[in-house]
Each structure stands twice: as C-alpha cells, then as structure tokens.
C-alpha cells in the first residue's frame, strides 16, 4: 500500500465545493431552525396547557427520533403526502432547521427559566406586557447564557449534515463518496475529507472554549 | 373623602391557603400608609394585590373612582392591557431591587418610559437623569447595577419607578436585603417623597420608619386588618394583643419618650 | 392529491422490521458498551499524571469528538482494510465509528465527573493512606457516576439514534429495512413513518425515564 494524494489534489475543487455547501445547508438550518427553536420554546412556556403539551410533543418527537430517520422521512414520504417537488436540497433544509430546532427549543427554554423571577417582576412592575419583559428583560440575558450550548449544538448540527449526502444532495461527505469511486483512492479521500472536517469543527470548537471562558471570566453564569 | 385608591373586600387564595380574607381599605391622595405585620400575616400580598402583580381572588379595586376590571357573572375579569397600563401609574420597589443586569443604570430608568410610555430617547433620558438627581446618584448613571452597593441599588430602583411619573408608589420591605449601615440612605430617600407629597404604600419593619413618616398604620393578622389609626396611637397604645406580642417581638425599637 | 394511509403492508413485512430491530439493537448494545465502557478508560487516562497517557488520550478525544460519525464509519468501510489488510464488514465498521466516537464524547463526561468531586474528597483517601488508585476506585467513582448518569443515559439515548448510520454501509438495521420495504412496497409514507414510530416508542420512555432519574439524583444530593 502506498499513500497517493496525486487524484486527491487535482480534484481538490469538488471537495471545496462540497464544503461550500456543507457550510450552506448548516448556515440555512441555523437560520431557520434558531427562531423556530424560541418559537417553540416560548409555546412550551406558555400557560396554555393543551399549547404547552403540543410544543412539548413536537419537541420530544424530534429530539427522539433518528436525524437520518426525519430525512428519509421528509425527502421520500413528505413529497407524496402534500405533492410538492421535493430536491434534496429542500428536504435537507426542512429536515435539519426542525430537528435542530428541537434542540435550539430546549436551549432557550433552559436559559429563559435560568432568568430571576424578580427579573419578570421588574418588568411587569413597570407596566410591560409578557411580551415585552421576554424581549427586552429575560431574552437579552437569557441569551448570554445560552451561548456556549448554542454554539455546541451549532457544531453538532454541523457534523450531522453529513447525513444530506444519503439523499445525495452535494455536500462534502456526498463528494468525498463521489471522488472515491471516480479515482479508486478511498484511502486517500476519506482520510483529506476527515482531516477536513477535523480542521473546521475543531477550529470552531476551540472558538467555542475560548468565548465560554471569556464569559466564565465576565461572571456570567451559563446554562447547559 | 379624597381616596386615591379604594379596597374593598379583598380576598387571595393560593389553592387552600386563605392569604387574605376580606380587607377594605382606602388610601388618600399624599398619604403614607405603613403595613405592618408578621411574616404570613398576608401584608405583602396585600401590597402585590394593589398593582396586580397578584390577581385578587375576590374583591374590588377602585383606582382614582374607577373600578378595575369588570364584573362579570359575579367575578372580576381583568384585561391584561388595563393592567398594563394601571402599573405605569403605580411604581413598585422589590426587596431584591429587581435592577436589569444587563442595563445600565440610565438604561434601566429609561426603559419602562421608552417600552411602555413611549417617550422619546432624548425625553426619557433628560428624566432618568432628573430622578437619577432625586436619589443622590447623579454620577451613577453609566455603571451597571452590579457594580452598586444595595442601597444604592434601591435608590436606582427608586427612581426608575418614579420616572414613570406614577399617582402612587408601592414599597415591599425594601430594606429588608441590605446591610444594617445601608438602611438609612434608602428609608431617608423614602422620608423625602413623602414629603414632596408622594402617595405610598409601605411594607417595612422598621417601626422608626412607621413612627416618624407615616401618616397612618395598618396592622395586618392572619388576613384581616387587626388595627389601623395614627402611628402615634396604634404604636404607642395598642388594643389588641397580637398587636402588643408584634411590637414586644421588636424589642430595638425604642418609642421617643 | 390526497393520501389514504395504508399500513397493511407494513404489518405484513414486520418480520422484515422485526430482524431490522434486532440488528438494532445488536449494533446498540456492542457501541454503547464500548462506546461506555472504553471512555471510562479514556477519561481516566485523560486525567493522569503521565503524558504518556494523557496526551494520546487527549488527541483521541479531540479527533473523535471533532469528526462527524458518518465520516468515521465511512472511514472505517472504505479506508481502513487498504491501509491494513484487515477485512471490514458493515457491522465493524459501524461499531468502530460509533464506538469510538462515543468513547471520545464519554471520556469528556467522566473526566467532567471526575473534576467535579472536590479536593477534600482526594485528600480524604490519601490521609486514611490509599493509594491514588485506590482513592479513585473506592471514594472518587462512585460519587462522580452518580453525578454523570443523567449525561451518560442521553449519551446512550444519542447512540441509539447514531446506530441508524449503520444504513449507510449496508448493515441490516431497522431503517434498512424499512427502506426495503418501501423499495419493494412502494410505501415510503409508511415505511418512513413506522421506524419513526418504533425509534420514538424506544427513546421516548427512555428521555423520560433520564428526567426522573435526574430529578431523583437531585434530591438526594
């Protein structure tokens, strides 16, 4: 056996488009999936019993099952139950931006309920409704909190995007199957691609440490 | 009679514990009326009550000749927004400050005027400032409330409510959580409204307080009004002997000769 | 377009599903007990006085933590036999990535429970004059897993939802087989929805049976 990167390197472009679109499908699920989070979290907090227990469900539903699982469910299955023209790209979107919403969901949950009660009190004190003590009292410095969770759950879900080459939309892991067959080097290609992968999550992890300590540092207290 | 707020028949339940069970009261424009009582005695309730922060059970609640809520089947419903805005004319000052950490002082005695009033930046500003003045804290407007002693903090606390410009003030045992040595700075700051002619509620153990500032003492047991008159009488002479076993329980405090 | 729901032909493969469980659950109990078992080591290790140990733990633990699973079972199937000789099947594969990625995230848990147990608790065992060995063994472990259990069930409940990856290479596990069916069915409605059903009916008992525990471990701490 002999290393040879030689196919790797002149190939080395639809690798780094596929990052491109790792790094996309990562960003879009962020995008959506962080609002859809507080918006059911904030379901879950509400006094509406029957609401609450709806939120909480979806919540469980989609912490419980298998991301690989949704996928498949939303790229075969959903397409035939509302007809609409299902591309793996979209199924990648919906699929990720609701499972990691789940998890963004539980996040702001833990934080908004880490925030004083005195803090709702002070607000409510000085006329504001719910709505206003949660987005200008209780969300600010709940949200300061939630950051290292955050930012873990963020590389989480980067991590789990390899699973949108399953459906054969284009991102790094779909490429790295692509270039193996096209130039009989796995070796080689799998291991540029984990090295990949490696360099980027753990870049953002050590990111991740840094600000978690600045924060430790700042006195803030912060929720897991 | 000239009451600024009227309270009649008042009762709180949490689940099967009765807080309050039937107060009616009123208060007069520029009057300082101190609650007295032992903890569970429902005096705190009773203050919550007046801004719902805590819904009475039963009861009504006249502000300025108006009733809040309405009557319906025989039970009170109150509208959040109706609440909303009675609390912009009722400041409230917590035992634990309740500043927001993440604001400056400024910031925090301009919120409530720039999220709920409406005002301006620059308005509201100019008013923090000016009640920033009213407490002694002029040079304070920039730092965080963590970096404030607790006398301090309520101060601030203080004069967020008053920018509100509100008919009434509400005190919880706002000196309870401070050290002995920053008592005197927020009860002396207290002692002013009420002699600019301030409206106030005060929940407080400091019988000094009740002695000397207010115009009429309430004494509150077991969810009722047990005693109520001058502090000078009710302190000095009092008829009921929960009231004397409450003022024996206070053995610092020493009434002037 | 309206769909009428048909499950007749799930219910007629649930021997299909049936084997795919069982595959399931036989990728699940090897991972999660090496995945468990091999991070107590590795934490341990991580924590030690001797580079020796600590460094090649620590790198393990960065790379497997910091790598996608898929990327490390794919790893395993396609990379790992040209640079060995060794013969992978679909099972090793994914009981390697799994395993291994799930020894790095534990390892972490422990050393976490490990760290939280105060210095007294140390110095206790050395004045009765154990041995660091035994300190560790005999006072620091047991406080420290009855600290981490909670995080260790959701570890456990995240490895039973990794196992589906097993698909990817082939192995005959639920998704698998629900994926024959609706090849062969042409019922990826039911198909799809049927493991999400049996994925939620093991976990969901599971996630709840971790907020009891959590909440019982409070108390009694």
Redesign the interface.
């Known amino acids: ?1 002999e290393w040879n990167f030689w196919a790797v390197m002149t190939d080395f472009d639809l690798l780094l488009l596929g990052l491109v679109n790792t790094l996309k499908v990562t960003a879009l699920a962020l995008l959506f999936g962080v609002p859809l989070g507080l918006c059911l979290a904030v379901l879950r907090l509400s006094g509406a019993r029957l609401v609450s227990a709806a939120a909480a469900f979806i919540i ?2 989609f ?8 996928l ?2 939303f790229f ?2 959903l397409p ?4 609409v023209r299902m591309t793996p790209f979209i199924a990648s979107i919906v699929t990720f931006s609701i499972q990691s919403s789940a998890f963004f969901a539980e996040i702001f949950r833990g934080g908004i309920q880490s925030i ?1 009660q ?2 709702w ?2 607000g ?7 709505a ?1 003590s949660m987005r ?2 209780v969300l ?2 709940a949200v ?1 909190r939630m950051i290292p969770a955050f930012m873990e759950r963020s590389i989480e879900l ?3 995007t ?2 949108v ?2 459906v054969a939309y284009t991102d790094l ?1 779909f490429q ?2 692509d270039l ?1 067959q096209k130039t009989f080097r ?2 080689e ?3 540029v ?2 090295l990949m ?2 360099a980027l ?2 870049a953002l ?1 050590q990111l991740s440490i840094a600000v978690e300590h600045r924060l430790a540092k700042s ?1 803030d207290s912060t929720v897991r | 009679m000239n009451a600024i707020l009227r309270i009649e028949n008042l009762h709180k339940r949490f689940g099967d514990l009765t807080v309050l069970a039937g107060i009616d009261a009123a208060v007069e424009a520029g009057e300082t009326v101190v609650l007295l009582g032992s903890s569970g005695s429902g005096k705190s309730t009773l203050l919550r009550c007046i801004n719902f922060m805590e819904t009475p059970t039963e009861g009504r609640i006249t502000l300025h000749g108006r009733l809040v809520g309405e009557e319906r089947g025989g039970v009170m419903r109150y509208r959040e927004s109706e609440l909303c805005k009675l609390r912009t004319r009722i400041g409230m000052v917590f035992q634990h400050f309740n500043l927001f950490p993440h604001m400056t002082v400024l910031r925090n005695i301009m919120e409530g005027q720039v999220t709920v009033l409406k005002r301006g930046a620059a308005e509201a500003a100019a008013k923090a400032r000016e009640q920033l003045a009213r407490v002694g804290l002029s040079d304070k407007a920039d730092e965080y409330p963590a970096r404030l002693s607790g006398g301090q903090k309520q101060r601030v606390a203080i004069a967020r409510a008053l920018a509100m410009d509100p008919d009434m003030m509400l005190f919880d045992e706002v000196t309870s959580a401070l050290d002995p040595e920053l008592v005197g700075e927020v009860l002396k700051t207290m002692r002013r409204l009420t002699e600019e002619g301030m409206t106030m509620v005060v929940v407080t153990h400091e019988l000094g307080f009740a002695y000397h500032v207010a115009n009429r003492v309430l004494f509150l047991d077991q969810g009722v009004i047990l005693e109520q008159g001058e502090p000078q009488q009710v302190l000095k002479e009092p008829a009921t002997q929960r009231m004397r076993e409450f003022l024996d329980g206070h053995s610092l405090f020493k009434l002037p000769d | 377009m309206e769909h009428t729901w048909d499950f007749a032909a799930i219910l007629a493969n649930w021997r299909v599903l049936w084997v795919g469980l069982q595959g399931t659950l036989i990728v699940f109990a090897a991972t999660v007990t090496l995945g468990l078992g091999g991070g107590l080591l590795v934490g341990v290790c991580r924590y030690a006085k001797t580079p020796l140990l600590r460094l090649p733990s620590m790198a393990f633990v960065e790379v497997f933590r910091n790598t996608p699973v898929l990327v490390q079972i794919i790893w395993f199937y396609y990379a790992f036999p040209i640079l060995t000789g060794i013969e992978v099947n679909p099972f090793l594969a994914a009981v390697l990535g799994i395993s291994l990625n799930t020894m790095a995230f534990s390892a972490e848990i422990y050393r976490a429970g490990i760290q939280s147990i105060e210095p007294g608790q140390w110095e206790a065992g050395r004045a009765l004059g154990m041995a660091y060995q035994q300190t560790l063994r005999r006072i620091i472990l047991p406080v420290a897993i009855k600290r981490i259990l909670p995080a260790l069930t959701n570890r456990g409940i995240e490895v039973f939802k990794m196992s589906t990856l097993a698909s990817v290479v082939a192995y005959v596990e639920t998704l698998n087989q629900a994926k024959l069916i609706a090849d062969l069915n042409f019922n990826p409605i039911e198909s799809y929805t049927a493991v999400a059903l049996i994925f939620f009916a093991v976990l969901y008992p599971a996630v709840q049976g971790t907020y009891i525990l959590e909440r019982m471990l409070r108390k009694s701490e």
């Open positions: 056996m469980e539903f912490r419980t099952t298998p991301p690989l699982v949704q498949f469910w075969f299955a035939i139950l509302i007809d004083d005195g803090q009190e002070g409510k004190a000085i006329g504001m409704t719910y206003q200008r009292i600010p410095q300061k980067l991590k789990t390899t699973l080459s399953t892991m790295a199957n193996a796995p070796l290609v799998y291991t691609v984990a992968y490696f999550i753990f992890s006195g």
